[in-house]
């Protein structure tokens, strides 16, 4: 059988050993103590011997000097007064009340609920106080410095644009720098933010290249037509007997503009921004990341000084240039005529 649910702990210690709660004393009013009157306990059985005992033992013997056994006598007034508790001392015995007991422990349980409440509430107040200390941050961040200074931007947009002239521009392809902008690429996300530096520069020069576009075939293929007939007469000794093929014609080569001075060539740089707390911070630049919008092709007309070159195009002297062509088709017509009249193939 289960023991009665009870709060007075008294009542769990002996009902959990199968035994009954003896009545306690109780303190009246005056201070006097009232014993309760102690109810009969029989004796245990006992196990039987294993030897059996006799029937009655002889009492045993006293000594003779040993005073005779006496009976302490009674007050006068018949019966002894009942014992009074010294407060200011602690009593041998415990004794208690139920209900103040049971009190005491629904406090005790009341006080426990209590703190743990009332820790609970301050760990609580202090979490919430932490995130609106830090959600008023970001707010005040967001709301008051959403981008990095203009003019941490711009320090770093010029430093790029001048690493940006130092690797593009050559000798062959000189450029000068215009101008350096942030543009957003990019909003913040996860606390960051994108952007492209954008470069412009300026070609410095004109570029020029050989010209191969279909108005100058008919001028290159005569210029091929007139080094084989070169080789030919450096091949055959006899030839420089001839007055006419002892010198060839020159066909300079043939340069075609391709970019004016004043080009633009866009460069965009990505650049990172980091927000730290309330000030945001750029992250080292990755200048090999750079794209450009297109590629030169070309040199300066400088670079062609060394040889004789004409120039293809509107401005072209198109007299100076017909006359090369035909000195040129006289002496192929010459060569292959004196091929013919020896009979040689080469």
């Known amino acids: 059988m289960n023991p009665p649910e009870s709060n007075d702990p008294w009542e769990k210690h002996y009902a959990t050993r199968g035994r009954t709660r003896p009545p306690m004393m109780q303190v009246a009013a005056n201070g006097e103590v009232v014993v309760p009157p102690e109810e009969p306990v029989a004796p245990a059985p006992r196990p039987a011997d294993a030897l059996p005992r006799p029937a009655s033992a002889p009492p045993l013997p006293r000594p003779p000097s040993a005073p005779p056994l006496a009976r302490p006598a009674d007050p006068p007034g018949g019966t002894a007064p009942a014992p009074k508790i010294a407060w200011e001392t602690r009593p041998e015995f415990e004794f208690t009340n139920e209900a103040v007991m049971r009190r005491a422990a629904a406090e005790a349980e009341t006080r426990k609920r209590r703190d743990a409440l009332r820790v609970w509430r301050f760990t609580g107040l202090a979490v919430l106080a932490v995130a609106l200390v830090g959600a008023g941050n970001e707010v005040a961040s967001r709301i008051f410095n959403p981008a990095p200074a203009p003019a941490l931007l711009a320090d770093r947009s010029a430093e790029i644009g001048r690493q940006v002239l130092l690797l593009t521009s050559k000798p062959a392809q000189p450029l000068r720098l215009e101008s350096a902008r942030?543009?957003?690429?990019?909003?913040?996300?996860?606390?960051?933010?994108?952007?492209?530096?954008?470069?412009?520069?300026?070609?410095?020069?004109?570029?020029?290249?050989?010209?191969?576009?279909?108005?100058?075939?008919?001028?290159?293929?005569?210029?091929?037509?007139?080094?084989?007939?070169?080789?030919?007469?450096?091949?055959?000794?006899?030839?420089?007997?001839?007055?006419?093929?002892?010198?060839?014609?020159?066909?300079?080569?043939?340069?075609?503009?391709?970019?004016?001075?004043?080009?633009?060539?866009?460069?965009?740089?990505?650049?990172?921004?980091?927000?730290?707390?309330?000030?945001?911070?750029?992250?080292?630049?990755?200048?090999?990341?750079?794209?450009?919008?297109?590629?030169?092709?070309?040199?300066?007309?400088?670079?062609?000084?060394?040889?004789?070159?004409?120039?293809?195009?509107?401005?072209?002297?198109?007299?100076?240039?017909?006359?090369?062509?035909?000195?040129?088709?006289?002496?192929?017509?010459?060569?292959?005529?004196?091929?013919?009249?020896?009979?040689?193939?080469?």
């Open 182 to 346: 942030p543009v957003l690429f990019t909003e913040e996300i996860a606390r960051r933010a994108t952007y492209d530096v954008v470069v412009t520069l300026r070609l410095a020069a004109d570029l020029y290249a050989r010209a191969d576009s279909n108005g100058a075939q008919p001028y290159l293929q005569l210029r091929q037509s007139l080094a084989e007939a070169r080789a030919r007469v450096l091949k055959h000794g006899w030839f420089a007997q001839t007055p006419v093929l002892r010198e060839a014609p020159e066909l300079p080569p043939l340069l075609a503009l391709t970019h004016r001075a004043g080009e633009k060539l866009i460069v965009k740089v990505p650049l990172e921004a980091a927000r730290r707390g309330w000030s945001w911070e750029l992250a080292p630049v990755k200048i090999e990341q750079r794209r450009a919008n297109r590629k030169l092709t070309g040199e300066v007309l400088a670079r062609f000084s060394d040889s004789p070159f004409i120039v293809f195009g509107p401005d072209t002297d198109r007299e100076l240039l017909r006359q090369k062509m035909a000195a040129a088709r006289r002496y192929i017509i010459a060569v292959n005529l004196e091929l013919a009249r020896r009979g040689l193939t080469e």
